[in-house]
């Protein structure tokens, strides 16, 4: 869904899904695309015209990983630029795994790979901009 702003700044909202496993991992994807192609993050992405947050957060989870997920609470909302002078108004989310097992995902869409990462993993890895800084102050990383 697109809006612009006076100035003709145009804004897109996006969503994003802060995933743990069972035993304390993150699900991360590593991102095909720009902005930001090349790191990881959390999945997600835009949302389609009459979805709502929840919807859309399902749906993208689900097309980037395979792993059908329930919606939580909000956990923060950022401005991301596009790359083409525009910003995305990311809404993240915490979820839940719906389902039984959820070791199994794979990179599908726009993802490059996915998978599950440990704390420690994570702080040696290559990640989008201030995800670390965002998952701390919402009290998700130690």
Same mark, same amino acid.
């Given at each position: 869904?697109?809006?612009?702003?006076?100035?003709?700044?145009?804004? @897109?909202? #996006?969503?994003? =899904?802060?995933?743990?496993? @069972?035993?304390?991992?993150?699900?991360?994807?590593?991102? @095909?695309? &720009? *902005?930001? #192609?090349?790191? !990881?993050?959390?999945?997600?992405? +835009?949302?389609?015209?009459? &979805?709502?947050?929840?919807?859309?957060?399902?749906?993208?989870?689900?097309?980037?990983?395979?792993? *059908?997920? %329930?919606?939580? +609470? +909000?956990? !923060? %909302?950022?401005?991301? *630029?596009?790359?083409?002078?525009?910003?995305?108004?990311?809404?993240?989310?915490?979820?839940?795994?719906?389902?039984?097992?959820?070791? &199994? %995902?794979?990179?599908?869409?726009?993802? =490059?790979? #996915?998978? !599950?990462?440990? =704390?420690?993993?994570?702080?040696?890895?290559?990640?989008?901009?201030?995800?670390? &800084?965002?998952?701390?102050?919402?009290?998700?990383? *130690?």
């Amino acid at each position: 869904m697109t809006h612009t702003e006076a100035g003709g700044i145009r804004r @897109r909202l #996006a969503v994003g =899904a802060v995933i743990k496993d @069972r035993r304390g991992r993150f699900l991360l994807v590593l991102r @095909r695309n &720009e *902005p930001q #192609a090349g790191t !990881w993050t959390i999945p997600g992405g +835009k949302v389609e015209k009459g &979805e709502t947050l929840a919807a859309a957060l399902t749906r993208e989870v689900w097309e980037e990983t395979g792993l *059908p997920v %329930v919606c939580g +609470k +909000k956990l !923060w %909302v950022v401005d991301l *630029p596009d790359g083409s002078g525009g910003i995305y108004e990311v809404h993240d989310f915490l979820a839940m795994p719906d389902g039984s097992d959820d070791s &199994e %995902v794979r990179a599908g869409d726009d993802a =490059a790979d #996915a998978g !599950w990462f440990t =704390a420690d993993e994570m702080a040696t890895m290559t990640l989008t901009d201030r995800l670390l &800084e965002h998952l701390r102050l919402a009290g998700q990383y *130690p």
